[in-house]
């Protein structure tokens, strides 16, 4: 009694705690590689509520509830097609994170989304298709723990699970189709098509993954995931540039091509991404971070040391030496592969002064074929980044194979022209690109550039080749306009294989003036056939006349047999026309 009477001057007082329009669902896995996704998070709390995510999402409190002038339909549609983005958009993001805060109550969701991360990477970091790991759904479910997707599973560099080490699986089981991380009727962990259940015990071994970089993407993706919880504010659009910057150093002496070989990038990719000019995509930053032996999370100044253990990590660097990698030194553009100093290029190992042999045989072969094939794609092709000193040992060879380039272009050009040749008496005179597609060219700007003059003439013999076309058209247009009878516009190109676009875009007056012939044709053929009609009903009525009977239809019909396909009606207003002329 005394609980009821303070709680009823608790209410009294107008202090009555503010009530939430949704259940105040706390997050799974907040601070952890396995921490949900706001997309996951909004899936469980349909599923709490007992309704489809469809349904939820029309209230009024989120961002699509709000229009309800629109078609719902449409909304629906649009928030199928628009959904992968609440995990990692920034303005998408930002307005679900205060919608499903203000419905439910529940502070911090902001820590379920790649909020921190947007701004790093030109393009998205969320896949547009559901992912999961089976393995992880059926330890949850065998554990009875609660069922729920990590951000991990969305994100599109995470392409194994970091715990299984198993490939991330996109299409169900039972009727192999993917869904969008939300679907009208999706549950967590449940085919959002066939409702049928996605987890299944580790059996197969033969399915663990041993490619080390997509194994190292997917850890570092789940650090990252880990460290949300932690990070004060969100990363500028030049905070890889600024990390690169720091890395290498402000030495002008540091080769970007080495760095470029190494790394398996462009060189114009590495410039633009260290002056700020571009941000690189998610997976060459990962590629980059791979290369240079360094985690994402230290490249960008922080280091997380829970979770998923040391041994999945590589070991972050300690010296200076170590930091730079094989760019401690300024690379020496010597023109030969380096003895003992390791090369730019992983995949070609160490080359003694033997290789210039290596380069000589390769030339030779190359001028023996009778093929050119250029001597610097040759040195690059044996590891030599800067092959033009060592290219300078074999003069002969080197001018051999400009020999064989001058006489394939040489034959080259012959062939263009004997081509734009027979292209100037060929009819219809084809175009500058389907010459050149012939050709096997890209286009034509090339083949202009080679031929102008040929090229000149062709354009000239193509538009007067169409100007007489257009002239002979027009006057069997004009001929047809006089003839006795016409056929329709349509059906006359048909016969004269004529198209009909082109009289209607080139010969816009033609074809007006033959309409008009041609209506006007058909008014006098319907006349004449009338007045044929009527003379022979007229020949009809003056016989039966004669013989002192009344024309009535059926008597003029049996005397004229061939006015049946008239019709009774049409042969009543006949009669009646050659009785009142009669008198």
């Not at 958009?89 to 909020?115: F, N």
């Not at 009875?144 to 997707?149: A, K, L, N, V």
């Not at 829970?306 to 094989?326: F, I, K, M, Q, S």
């Not at 239809?553 to 008239?566: E, M």
């Amino acid at each position: 009694m005394n609980r009821y009477r303070r709680d009823q001057q608790f209410e009294d007082r107008g202090c009555t705690p503010r009530r939430s329009t949704l259940y105040c669902l706390p997050p799974i896995g907040v601070g952890t590689p396995l921490v949900e996704g706001l997309s996951r998070y909004l899936n469980r709390l349909a599923t709490a509520h007992s309704v489809s995510v469809s349904d939820l999402i029309e209230l009024d409190v989120f961002p699509l509830g709000k229009s309800s002038d629109e078609d719902r339909r449409g909304r629906r549609r649009l928030f199928r097609a628009s959904c992968h983005l609440m995990d990692g958009s920034e303005a998408y993001t930002k307005a679900w994170v205060r919608a499903l805060e203000s419905a439910t109550m529940q502070g911090g969701l902001h820590a379920l989304t790649l909020l921190p991360y947007i701004r790093l990477c030109d393009g998205s970091w969320v896949r547009r298709k559901r992912a999961w790991c089976s393995y992880c759904l059926d330890g949850w479910r065998r554990t009875c723990s609660e069922i729920y997707e990590p951000l991990i599973w969305s994100i599109r560099v995470a392409y194994v699970c970091p715990f299984h080490r198993v490939f991330l699986e996109s299409d169900c089981p039972r009727c192999g189709r993917s869904s969008t991380p939300l679907a009208g009727m999706s549950q967590p962990g449940y085919c959002a098509w066939c409702l049928s259940w996605l987890g299944r015990s580790p059996a197969d071994e033969d399915s663990i993954i041993s490619d080390s970089y997509e194994l190292w993407c997917s850890v570092q993706t789940a650090a990252l995931v880990a460290a949300l919880g932690n990070l004060p504010t969100i990363f500028a659009s030049d905070a890889i540039a600024l990390a690169l910057q720091n890395h290498f150093g402000p030495e002008p002496g540091i080769n970007r091509s080495s760095i470029a070989e190494y790394t398996g990038c462009t060189r114009r990719s590495i410039g633009t991404w260290m002056t700020g000019t571009t941000r690189p995509r998610l997976e060459s930053f990962f590629r980059v971070c791979y290369a240079l032996n360094i985690t994402p999370l230290s490249i960008l100044g922080y280091r997380y040391e829970r979770g998923l253990g040391e041994h999945l990590y590589h070991a972050e660097p300690t010296t200076e030496e170590e930091r730079r990698g094989p760019f401690s030194r300024p690379k020496r553009r010597t023109g030969r592969p380096p003895g003992k100093r390791r090369i730019p290029v992983p995949s070609i190992g160490p080359r003694d002064l033997s290789s210039l042999g290596q380069l000589g045989r390769a030339l030779e072969t190359a001028v023996e074929e009778m093929k050119y094939a250029s001597p610097r794609h040759i040195a690059k092709q044996l590891g030599y980044s800067s092959p033009d000193r060592a290219l300078t040992r074999f003069p002969d060879l080197c001018l051999a194979l400009k020999a064989l380039r001058s006489k394939e272009s040489k034959a080259k050009r012959t062939e263009i022209r004997r081509h734009l040749k027979s292209a100037l008496s060929a009819w219809p005179v084809p175009t500058l690109a389907k010459v050149a597609g012939e050709l096997k060219m890209s286009s034509s700007t090339q083949l202009r550039a080679l031929e102008p003059g040929l090229c000149d003439r062709l354009l000239k013999r193509r538009e007067q080749r169409s100007h007489d076309y257009l002239k002979s058209v027009e006057l069997m247009l004009e001929t047809a306009t006089e003839a006795a009878t016409m056929l329709p516009l349509k059906q006359f190109c048909s016969h004269q294989g004529i198209p009909v676009s082109l009289v209607i875009r080139r010969l816009p007056a033609q074809k007006k003036c033959y309409e008009e012939s041609y209506r006007s044709s058909k008014t006098k053929q319907r006349l004449r056939k009338a007045e044929a009609f009527q003379d022979h009903v007229k020949i009809a009525v003056t016989r039966i006349l004669e013989k002192g009977d009344f024309p009535s239809v059926s008597k003029v019909l049996l005397t004229s047999p061939d006015l049946r396909y008239a019709g009774w009606d049409k042969v009543t207003r006949a009669i009646q026309v050659v009785i009142r002329s009669d008198g």
